[in-house]
């Protein structure tokens, strides 16, 4: 499978999770390669609004531009949502993380597998946070 | 072109004409055929979220099932966003309907020509109602 293919999996299995517990949840299109800054996932259970950029990877530690950051900030802006990344190392549940609790390296920004571990929150726990 | 390419070269066109007005805007992956409701696109401009489902068509009159229309309303409810038709006849300009401009016609809802010149908001009409 691809890495574009196993990237939309991962979003579509994100929208399921969403769906199976009551909120509504879509995916955007083109995300990763519109002109236009846009995060994957979308959902909302009337009272929360989620804006989520999603990554699946096999190593250990994620990069981030600053501007990629920038973008689901700005995003986020416009569209009143809360901005979290959503990260699925192999072998592991998905954890999201709040850009603050993003490790800061030089120019970047970065997601380990620690630091996931540490201050991301699982599936249930972002959708039960107040 | 296929209809389907036709409908996102639309969507996307619709897109583009948010994003040259300063409101950020996403095409919905997999709208038309998901099994989750989901409109094909959202647009913000920070004080107000619009959620649009596109119609592109050569005939002079569309119809929508109640399901469709409910589904839309749904969606709107949990993400707080303005429900909209977004409609476009061969040959002329988007016009936007609201849901309860649509002619109840038995168990559907249709928008003619006609209704979408009477009642539609063009584009420009749209991004500057309060």
Same mark, same amino acid.
């Given at each position: 499978?691809?890495?574009? =293919?196993?990237? +939309?999996?991962?979003?579509? $299995?994100?929208?399921?999770? !969403?769906?199976?517990?009551? @909120?509504?949840?879509? &995916? ?37 531009? =600053?501007?990629? +950051?920038?973008?689901?900030? $700005?995003?986020?802006?416009? !569209?009143?949502?809360?901005? @979290?990344?959503?990260? &699925? ?42």
């Amino acid at each position: 499978m691809s890495r574009k =293919s196993k990237g +939309i999996n991962a979003e579509r $299995e994100l929208v399921h999770l !969403f769906q199976q517990n009551g @909120w509504s949840s879509v &995916r955007i299109a083109g995300s990763g390669s519109s002109k236009y800054p846009s995060p994957d996932v979308l959902a909302s259970n009337a009272l929360r609004r989620v804006a989520i950029e999603c990554k699946t990877l096999t190593r250990t530690k994620k990069y981030f531009s =600053s501007e990629d +950051i920038e973008q689901l900030k $700005e995003f986020s802006r416009k !569209f009143g949502t809360e901005s @979290w990344i959503g990260i &699925r190392f192999k072998g592991m549940p998905w954890y999201f993380l709040s850009l603050e609790d993003l490790e800061v390296t030089g120019k970047n920004m970065a997601i380990s597998v620690v630091l996931a571990q540490r201050k991301g929150l699982k599936f249930e726990e972002l959708i039960e946070r107040c």
